[in-house]
């Protein structure tokens, strides 16, 4: 019997999973107990409640595997920052301090953490740092019926990566090609999702919810300005217009001319027909992003 435990914290909707023999035992977000919203917290009750409907203790666990590679994360900070200096060292002094404090040593806090629950938990080698895209691809091939398939990850951004294409066969996954930071189509639609005057990782639901009221009238505009997108999907971002890299907002000033409106204040700016055309020019820009990556890969990989 092989038991693996899955925790997923510290940056939105934090998680925890229990497998035995390749089957999901039980799964929960930290949400579901502490009744906060996307709570990103290190997942206590999450893991708890897995283990105890597993009926195992954490010291009987073989592999406790992490979503993301921390380090590799903070390389990729360090190298933005010193590509676009001396812009962002607002930014930069901002989110140092919590990495040299708390996330460049996760490996020994999640360690501690867990001994809480098991005194008999005395073995840090079980502890296993996955990368952030292949955590993606495995959640989605390996619960899958398909013994074999091509797997397409879309997001914001993990350590590098933001978008990913793997081929996954039995209990093996093979990342095949990449498109790194900053070109991401998940930070573009974050960065409407601020434009419109909703919360990151939180409000994009919103954007998408809005769009059906709307008229893709931006979309030339966005493909023309924003985003230099191939015939097999790939894409480029426009770095000019956005402030995500290095700064302390997702877009800039430039962005708002383009549009010709400022960013809405959601406290005192109701929503209109310009935010539902915007809003629907993105969910169509994405659309078809997403169209061409996945008609490229089914001939590619027929």
């Known amino acids: 019997m092989t038991s693996i435990l899955g925790i997923s914290a ?17 799964a929960a977000q930290e949400e579901r107990f502490t009744r906060i919203k996307h709570d990103k917290s290190y997942p206590e009750k999450s893991i708890d409640y897995v283990l105890s409907e597993a009926n195992i203790r954490l010291s009987d666990v073989d592999h406790i595997v992490y979503f993301e590679k921390p ?4 390389e990729r900070l360090l190298e933005t920052y010193l590509a676009f200096a001396p812009f962002g060292f607002e930014s930069f002094r901002t989110s140092m301090p919590i990495w040299l404090k708390e996330k460049l040593f ?7 953490k867990l001994n809480k629950y098991d005194e008999n938990f005395k073995d840090i080698n079980k502890l296993y740092f996955s990368e952030h895209h292949l955590s993606h691809a495995a959640s989605a091939f390996f619960p899958s019926p398909f013994n074999e398939a091509v797997v397409l990850t879309l997001d914001g951004v993990g350590e590098w990566a933001t978008t990913t294409l793997a081929i996954g066969k039995g209990s093996e996954l093979k990342m095949l090609k990449e498109i790194h930071f900053p070109h991401s189509i998940g930070l573009l639609y974050s960065a409407f999702t601020y434009y419109l005057g909703f919360k990151v990782n939180s409000g ?15 979309k030339d505009k966005i493909l023309k300005e924003l985003i230099d997108v191939k015939e097999d999907g790939s894409f480029r971002l426009n770095m000019k217009y956005f402030n995500y890299a290095t700064g302390l907002t997702m877009t800039n000033k430039k962005f708002s001319d383009l549009f010709g409106q400022p960013i809405r204040d959601s406290k005192k700016d109701l929503l209109n027909q310009f935010h539902m055309d915007i809003a629907s020019s993105v969910q169509a820009v994405t659309e078809e992003i997403v169209l061409k990556l996945t008609t490229f890969i089914s001939k590619e990989y027929k």
């Not at 380090?71 to 903070?74: D, Q």
């Not at 994009?204 to 931006?218: F, Q």
């Open 10 to 26: 510290f940056y939105h909707d934090s998680a925890a999973t229990l497998l035995i023999d390749g089957n999901i035992i039980a």
């Open 106 to 112: 996760q490996k020994k806090f999640i360690f501690d």
């Open 204 to 218: 994009e639901y919103k954007v998408m919810g809005l769009a059906p009221y709307g008229e893709p009238k931006y």
């Open 71 to 74: 380090f590799v994360k903070f």
